[in-house]
């Protein structure tokens, strides 16, 4: 009848370099991944936030940094047509550089020291001014009714 035979492969020199390998492998996506995350930081975190929120009972899972403006001096001049807003504002009590925030209508806050600065002239009466954190945060300034 018919005879089988096990033919005998050759056992590679070195068992373990593969396994080395993969894990020199492994730990060098790990580094880029980790690098990657801390030059994207906020704008990961905004990110996953909002795939997050989407989910039923997710609701203050993220926490968002905490936008304040803590001060505000708005000069009417009856005599001249252009009015002129100063704003101060923080986010997370201080000032981060990887944060930007943003006054509606304005534009892109001033970062100063410690804190966010806004200059705004208006023909007009701003009297709502919105500023938005890049990291998701939100204050907003009403003109008080006279």
């Not at 505000?72 to 930007?100: C, F, M, Q």
């Amino acid at each position: 009848m018919f005879r089988f035979t096990r033919r005998r492969l050759p056992l590679p020199e070195n068992p373990g370099q593969g396994l080395v390998e993969y894990a020199l492998i492994l730990s060098l996506v790990a580094i880029v991944i980790l690098i990657a995350m801390s030059v994207m930081g906020s704008a990961l975190k905004m990110a996953y936030c909002q795939v997050i929120s989407q989910f039923p009972g997710a609701g203050g899972f993220c926490v968002v940094d905490e936008v304040v403006i803590f001060r505000v001096d708005y000069d009417i001049n009856p005599d001249d047509v252009i009015d002129e807003l100063h704003l101060d504002a923080k986010s997370n009590g201080d000032y981060d550089p990887a944060t930007t925030l943003t006054a509606s209508p304005g534009g892109v806050l001033e970062a100063r020291e410690h804190h966010y600065h806004l200059r705004l002239f208006s023909l007009k009466c701003p009297c709502k001014v919105t500023i938005t954190s890049s990291a998701g945060g939100v204050d907003v300034w009403e003109y008080p009714e006279p």
